[in-house]
Each structure stands twice: as structure tokens, then as C-alpha cells.
């Protein structure tokens, strides 16, 4: 009898996936313990690209850490910025003028549209598909070159400033915006028929990488991952911070918590995102962009902290000032760390197709993990 | 058994449907741009290049006074600008000013500090190079040669 | 022949067309990669190739040079031999079929009066140089795509033989021009679609080809069985797939789409050959097609599909066919 349970141990084997492989999204490493085709324990490794950016807020006067957080989650940096600012200024009791506020979430939600966008490409390309990402890439490029039009960049945005935007709208990027609403409320088709209704597609993603509320509550998941478990919980719903409680837009919810589940939660996001951009620009104050703020913002002693919801999840930042420039102790909370660590209990036993199916529907961004 | 041949019908139904919006989308143009031979139009955006210092139009010379609020603005500490004294004119003169373009993020912080308006965005986004001293730009040098 | 008669003319012929059928498989291989790239390019909204000649023309050209010219890693700790064995495998059973392909009714190498039974014993082999690659390049990704291309292949030559069977019953012959002769008058495709659509499916699993291409999913298996191969070795699978296809494609032009048989040409004889080319093409094309608009589908899957869907279906179809011309021959 024992050599027997020898013999079943033996038939197991290690398999590094990553850090250098097609759908680990970048320098990620998970250690499968494998046995033939099923995953027994996926272990994932952290910290190939760890660049220790609590460690350079605590060591800068803030304004100066502005463009790491761009840097952090480089698919939805918007959100980044956003958090914080939205902490200095808390911190530093900064006004904020109301179109500054405006700005920020028509500029935040293109992109959270833009980030979802090239989430769908890339976990079409997970399962196998190669035509979606180009499709979601051309409407990705368009908000792309709408935010360039005020940012400045197209990828690692550094736009928001304390007490407000670095830099006042335009009316080309108005009419640009109010074209890209209308072009993407079209293609939403296209995704439909090409995607969702795809036989294919729903046999791989249906049922697979089930999150029951209570394994998300037990782990801290956030984002389209708790949602697509049935709670529907989103900061700007939740904690309306900025000027989120003035729009009209509901929080989807899905019912199972599996892969497909995940996916309709973010396509019903893009959705809801376009319906806030759209209410911002017709609600649109004028006034000035940029609000009083020092140039040398002292930070005054205790700690506070700010959430907002970024494209994968909760992203909290959290500080603690001890009267000067340069934060005492800083923290973010990003939201891929908490949705990676359902991993290990979530693979057991399945596929290894499935292990890339419910890591494509994670939405990682390993930068952000790392930070 | 009747899920059985439902599902067989909606499948292939949908797949169908997944190869007419390919074919579809072959029937149309491209929408790619052929790099090398197209470029897109950047210079009507506010794009965000290296920067540059801005000539004052009265003097023909650079605006820059040399009070290095860029250089304090700046993260990544990747601005240089060495100034001296002159016989007969008001204030700093501005000799150098340097650019290592290899640290910069491009936030924009040097501009915003800039109170003269002295610095600005490049257009430029053709930059490649095999060594990293090509990306220390020498922006005087550059403002001349521009001239 | 009048020069030539001193030799024995089989020789001869047998040359030339070795020579041939050699050639036609690299330029197959030529005009798929550039079709595949360039239609995968329109399918997806972009130009594809553009750069190397007009449109991309000389791309496939100068990628071919590449390949020759770069170097055959080794691995460590690979099976030398049969490292080096597998990609010729891989080449040699596509060129074999090729001798029984009548491309019209007089451009055929050979007419086996065992054709159909030869080709599918040949392509079978195909299974075997997979699983000698993946087996001995010491590398579990390899190994993955090897097992499951095995499984792959197993599974999907049952529905293939049952539909090939169904049309051979109704036909009455083996012999692949005895096939296409049986179809001057009807297409076998409009008496048997259901056994043409299971034929395609497990036409697109045998090559290997997306939605099917599990032993080479690049998402989960990086590059599945050929991943320790660079160069010539790389490109002798390539070659293979595509000549593959081709021979997929055209036994399912002799089986159901009436082989050379189209509007008559003059010299029907041998410009047959362009009717019979079209379909294949079309085919082809088709295969691309999906290639480039569905995910793939997961391994147990595939087995679903083979064991649960098709087999059920062509062994049905082979009955009823069966019943029906027993009881046309009453």
C-alpha cells in the first residue's frame, strides 16, 4: 500500500510557468505542481519586477511621486494619479475646483474603458483567439489618442495634480470624446457576436474559476472579480469620492463567479463608464482647472487615506505625514495583489488550460503587484 | 437529449456568426498606420516630447533666466543648467542646460514650474539611439542649431 | 516519349514526378504562409505583410532564407537521434499522399486502387513524428503538446474512417479517381452534407489547426511540441502542416466536391486540374478562416466533441447510408 501511495507522489511534477511565458502578462511565475494535465498547486511567485515604489514615496516630497504612480498599473494609471492626489489633498486639506473634479472622471473612466478594452483582447488571446485584441486595440487606440490630446501620453499618464488637472480640456477633445462614445456603443456588437455568444468561447469560461462571495471575502478581492461574484461593491458607489455621486450609473453584478461571469461584469462596465462620461460632459462646470495649492505641500502629522476603485479593483493609498514634505510612511493597497492570491486555492485540481482561462479573467497586471 | 441537439444548433449558429464578423471586417479597410512610410500628425496635440527652451522672438535668444526652479521641479533630478555672471547685463546668463533624457518620465513637472515660459514640449517622437549619451541633449546647442 | 524510350517510361515518369509533387509541397507551403498571413492581416484590419516586395510578395522568400540560414540549436540532454529524425517524419508522410491525388483525370501519379485507405494510413504517421519531437526534446512543454497531439489524433481518424467509409460505400471504390468519376452527375455533398461537415471538423483537428491546435497552444504551451526547434527543423513542421492541410483539403474536394469536375474546359483532361485546385483553395481558405475568428477549445473538449458528437453522428450516417442504398438496390 505505501509504495503504491509512492508511486502516486512520484507521478506529480513540477512546471514553471513564467516568468517568460505567453500568458503570464509579464514577468509573473507560477510553480505548477502537476499531475499529467491537472494542476495540483499553483504557487505564484512575486518580485521580478518589484521597484520599490512605497519606498520612493517616503523618500520625496509628494509632488515628486506623482509620476510613479502612473507607473505602477501602466494599463489604468488615470485611477493611479487619482488616488493620489485625492490622498495629498485630503492629507494637506487642498480644494479642488469642481471642473478639475470633472475632468478627472471623464479622463478616469476613458480609462478604465481603455484598461477593460485591452483586458478583453488579451484574454481572448489566453483562450486562443487571435482576432478579438486587434478589434479591441482599434477602439483602445482611439481613447488613446483622445487622452493624448490632453495628457500629453499615451500610456503612463501623469495628469492630475494636487488641487487639480495639469492642464484645462479642449474642445477637440470633447468632440473627440462624444465620437468615441457613439463609435464604441456600436462595436459593443460586434464583441457580442464575435465573443460572448461564441460557443467556444463560453464552454471555456463558463463554470471555470468559480469565487464563491465568501473565498473573495476571505481573500480581499475587489473589482470585476468580487462583482462577478454576485457583491456588488464599487468604491465610487460605495464611498463616492470625487464627483461620482452626482452621476446615474448602476454597479453589474454577476450571478455564478465563474470566468464568464467576469467577463460580462467588465463588458457591462465599459458600458456604464460610457454612461458617466457621457452625464460628466453634459454637466460640465466651467471654471478653473487648477485650484490653489502650494508648491511645497507640508504634510501635517497623522495618517489618512484614500480609496478608489481602478480598473481591477480597490486601490487604496494610505499615508501617514509627519509635518514636512516628504510622507513618513506610505502604503498602497493595489488591487491585483489580493485578486492573485485566490490563485493557489482556486487551481487546485483543474486544467491547465483552465489555470490560463482563470489567470486571463484575473485581469493581472504584475507591474502593479510588484510595484 | 433534446439539450443535446439544441446546443449543437446554437453552437454552430454562433460560430457562424463569429465567422461573418471576420469576414466582414476583411471586406473593410485597414485601419493600421504603415509606420515608416505613414506617420500620424502629433504637432496639433499637446504631446508631451523632451522639452526645449523657447526662444524669445524680441531677442532671438533663448527666454531661460537660468533660475533652475526647473531643475529643483524635476523627480528624476535629470536637468542641468549652469549660468554666469555678465558684464553688463541684468541677472544670471544662461550657459548650460542639459537634458538626460534617459531618466526623465515626462510629467511635466519642469514645464509647470517654469514661470517664464521658457521651456517647453518637443514634438519629437523619432527618437531612437545605441548609446545612452545620445539621449543627453544639450538643449542650448539644440535652440542654435534650430536657429 | 520518343526521346525517351529507351528508358522504361515508368522511371522516368516516376522522376519527374517526385520532382514535381517535391516542388508543389514548397510552393503549397509558399502561397499558404503568404495567404495565411496576409488573409489573418484583413481578417484582423491590418495590411499584413507589405514590406518585402510588392504587397509582401517576397516575405515568405526572404523568411525561407532565414530559416536555412540560422543555426540548429541542440538542446542539451535532447534525444539526438530522434531529435533530428522528427521533423523529417513530419515531411516525408505529406509528400507520400500526394502520389494518389488525382488532380484531373489524367494528372495523377499513381491510381492505388487502395488510394483513400493509403492516404489515411500515411497521414497517420504524422501522429508518431509529433510524438517522437515532443518526446525527445527533454522538455515538459514539449511533452504536453506531444501527448495531447497523440490523443488528438487517435480520437479523430475514428469519425474521419466512418465518414470516408460512408462515401466509399456509395461510390463503390477505393480508388481515388474511381471516387471523383462516381460524381459526374452529383457532388456527393449534396447526398451526404452532414458527413462533409464532420469531415472538415475532424479534417481541422487532425492538422492541428485552431480551433484545434492544442499541441501547439501557444497560451498554455508556449509553442507545444516544436518548441526546442529553430530553424530548418522548425520550418520541415511547418512545411508539414501545410502540405497536410492541402491533402486534407483535397481528399475532401475527391470525396465530396466532385474533384476536377466543374464547367468544361477545353483539354478537360488536364485543366481539370484548375477546378480541382479552386475547391481546395476555397477549402483552405475556409480552414484560415476559423483559424482566425474562434478560441481554442480545451483538451477534454476536444475529446467531447470527437467522442460525443462526431463519431455518434457518422457512425448514424453511415447506417442510414448503408439502409438507404440497400433499398435503392431493391
Redesign the interface.
Known sequence: MKSETNTQQNQS?T?NMGPQ???THGVLQVILEMDG?YVLDPQPVLGYIHRMHEKMGESRPCRKFLPNTGRMDYVCALPFNHGYVGLIERAAGIEVPPRAEYIRVITSELNRVASHLLWLGAF????????PI??SF?DREQILDILEEITGSRLTYCYFRPGGVYQDISDKFIEGTRAFIKRMRSRFSIYEK?VAT?I??I??AEGVGVISPDMARRYGVTGPLLRGSGISYDIRKQEPYSVYSDFDFDVPVGENGDSLDRYKVRVQEMEQSLRIIEQALDKLPEGPYLGKAPKKIKLPPGDSSFSVEAARGELAYYLVGDGSEIPYRLKIRVPSYSNLSVLPELGRGI????L?TIM?SFDLVIPEIDR | MSGYFSE?LTGGKS?LV??G???K??L?????V?YPREKTDVTSSNYRGHIELVRNPETGSFKCIACGLCAKACPSECITVKSEKREGVKGKVLTVFQLDFTKCSLCGSCVEACNKGAIRFSQDYNIAGFTKEEFHYDLLKRLEEMG | MEITSFLPPDIIRMIVSAVVIISFVFLNAMVMTYAERK?????????GP?EVGSHGLLQVIVDGLKLIGKQLILPKDVDRPLFRLAPLLAFIPVVLPFIVIPFSEKLQVADLNIGLIFILAISSLNGMAVLIAGWSSNN??SL?GALRSVAQNIAYEIPILLVVLTVALMANTFSLKGLVEAQSGMWFILLQPVAFIIYFIAGLAETNR??F?LSE????L?AGFHTEYSGMGFSLFFLGEYANMFVVCSIATILFLGGWHGIPLPFLEYTGVFWFLLKVYALLFVMI?????????????LMNLAWK?LIPFSLVNFIITAIVLVIVKL
Not at chain 2, 473593410?28 to 493600421?32: D, G, H, L, S, Y
Not at chain 3, 497552444?217 to 498554455?220: R, V
Open positions: 511534477f512546471l511565458h505567453p500568458s494535465e481572448l488571446l489566453d483562450l486562443g483567439a487571435f482576432t486587434m478589434y482599434d464575435l461564441n467556444i468561447f464552454k471555456r486544467l491547465l488550460a483552465d490560463v486571463g | 449543437i460560430l463569429g465567422l464578423v471576420t469576414f471586417a476583411m473593410q479597410p485597414v485601419v493600421t504603415q | 488573409l489573418a492581416g484583413h481578417f484582423q484590419r491590418r495590411p507589405m515538459k512543454y504536453f485552431a480551433p491546435d497552444a501557444e497560451s498554455e508556449t478562416w476559423c483559424r482566425w475568428t474562434y478560441p481554442r477549445v480545451r483538451f477534454d473538449q458528437y
